[in-house]
């Protein structure tokens, strides 16, 4: 998923992209079996009620929205069934992840212990594992923010909100193996 090419995503037709949000993203995402299990049974309901073309315009309208915005792109993510605002801020930043970061548990709890952190107040006032939409529009905003000033500090191009998040998310991970909570 790390090397996931969005142009094949954006080609996919309507088998391929339920193929792949039901045997590759929510696998990928959602490691949890039970996670997995409730996350992919309202999947199936939508695929089926809406059928594989309905899904297929929902990946047209997540595409379009994108490019729009942080709150756009989540908002047409999250019409995907199962998908909740860090679901759906998983997706976009595999998709698209020079303008999206994850935005979950871990990122929220390691931004906690950044004592610099302008946003700080509002990350804590956040409950980690039930974020909203405007949670998620906020933290993926800190990390783009973070991106720009480290790419302008070193003059390159090369950080991104996903690799922001990435290291947001391996340091708390690290800091639960340290004190024993996995």
Known sequence: ????DPIAV???????WYEFLL?????????????YASTTKHLKLQAT????DGLLEIKRAIFQAAKVGVREGLVEAMTVKGLGP??????LA????ARFGTADQF???????????????AVRDMNPESLT???AVLLIGVMAAKARSLNQTFATTIWTPRKIDKILWAIERHRDLTQGHV
């Open 133 to 135: 939409l405007a949670d």
């Open 49 to 52: 009620s809406l059928g594989l």
């Open 10 to 16: 954006a080609a996919l037709d309507a088998q391929g």
């Open 94 to 97: 595999l998709l698209f992840p």
């Open 23 to 35: 045997k590759k993203y929510f696998v990928w995402k959602y490691t949890a079996a039970n996670r």
């Open 86 to 91: 860090a679901g759906a801020s998983g997706l």
């Open 107 to 121: 990122v929220v709890k390691s931004l906690c212990s950044v004592p610099t952190l302008p946003e700080r107040d």
């Open 1 to 4: 998923m790390e090397v996931l």
